[in-house]
């Protein structure tokens, strides 16, 4: 497995943040609509204002929303479009691939258990006395590879018969659906190769560009759920990042 961002446990402060942006993502919060108050956000939240004003600084560095002195924080303009498309999204690659007009067919390569590795347990937050489940696939559009999946979790984590599973649908829907929702993910973005066993076994072709997203996906409370690698043929996904000046520097 390649090395990973190590994050435990995310802050209150950035799930609420998450929270707050996917909700702007959604258009459920306008362009241009004013945040709820300090007070309003923490009977909401559950939590202090001094979390609910990191929150609000996570989002004002950012670039998503503004401090109007004595009216409030509002949601700065075209938040929506500059947010989706962007890894800051938390979706999946299903739902990213019929959204973006793909209509993907999955095989799946293997479904194994097995010992986790060092970085795994650390990574999955393991005992390690547990096994993980390895979930290998390659999806497919109108015939041509797009994307070649990875998926790895403890495999005691989903409450039901491995051997039942569809496992060509969402990993993040068959979670969700046994209560155990993702609602953030931390991405590593690299230029890689396809893997020439893959190459070789499905005939793939050797000079199309290909992007691997790689890295965990986390619950509300900062507790890690899987790790996911998906390496995407560069025409199908694009990145986007959006850059802006430090509000704090002089």
């Avoid at 067919?105 to 970085?119: C, D």
Wanted: glycine fraction near 6%.
């Amino acid at each position: 497995m390649p090395t990973s961002p190590r994050l435990n446990r995310r802050s209150v402060a950035q799930q609420v943040r998450d929270d707050l942006r996917g909700r702007m993502a959604s258009g459920e919060i306008a362009s241009g609509a004013q945040l709820p108050s300090e007070p309003e956000c923490c009977s909401v939240y559950g939590v202090s204002r001094a979390t609910v004003r990191e929150a609000y600084r996570l989002l004002e560095q950012e670039g998503l929303i503004e401090v109007r002195p004595g009216t409030g924080r509002f949601v700065l303009a075209n938040v929506q479009r500059q947010i989706q498309g962007s890894v800051n999204v938390f979706r999946s690659m299903t739902d990213f691939l019929v959204n973006a007009g793909y209509r993907p067919v999955t095989t799946v390569i293997g479904l194994t258990t097995r010992r986790p590795t060092a970085e795994e347990i650390d990574l999955l937050e393991l005992a390690p006395t547990r096994e993980v489940v390895e979930l290998e696939r390659l999806r497919f559009s109108d015939g041509a590879a797009i994307v070649h999946s990875l998926n790895v979790f403890d495999a005691q984590i989903l409450p039901v018969d491995l051997d039942q599973v569809d496992w060509s649908g969402s990993v993040v829907e068959l979670f969700r659906s046994n209560d155990l929702d993702a609602v953030s993910s931390i991405v590593d973005v690299r230029a890689i190769s396809l893997p020439e066993r893959l190459v070789t076994r499905f005939d793939l072709p050797t000079s199309v560009a290909w992007l691997c997203l790689s890295g965990p996906a986390f619950d509300k409370r900062g507790r890690p759920l899987w790790w996911s690698q998906d390496i995407v043929r560069g025409d199908v996904r694009t990145i986007r990042i959006v850059n802006r000046s430090d509000p704090n520097e002089d």
